[in-house]
């Protein structure tokens, strides 16, 4: 029986150990900066209802909207414009008017 080992087998006694492999990357994914929801002017509000105005169903935006304690920027489809409810829906991504900071219409 020979008792030495390969060099291989020596150097993976001594290579880094991730008992939770992917877990590091998991929480970068993860990690956001927190903000308070900014407060809009009025007539910003007013420039930003006029936008709204011009959208209409199956056009492509652009909008950045506040949600979970930070700003998000989507693109995609209107699928549903509610005044009563005041919601955006972008594909399946429903938005309150409320949350909306801006508008670019593709």
């Not at 209409?56 to 700003?71: C, G, L, M, S, W």
């Amino acid at each position: 029986m020979n008792s030495k080992m390969s060099r291989e087998e020596r150097a993976k006694q001594f290579m880094p150990f991730a008992a939770l492999k992917g877990y590091p990357e998991a929480l970068k994914k993860k990690e956001k900066i927190v903000v308070p929801k900014r407060e809009l002017s009025e007539e910003y509000q007013k420039e930003l209802d006029q936008k709204l105005r011009q959208v209409h169903k199956n056009d492509i935006i652009t909008v950045i909207y506040f949600a979970n304690h930070e700003y998000l920027k989507l693109t995609g489809m209107v699928s549903r414009i509610d005044e009563t409810a005041r919601l955006l829906k972008i594909v399946n991504t429903k938005i309150s008017f409320d949350d909306l900071y801006d508008i670019i219409i593709e």
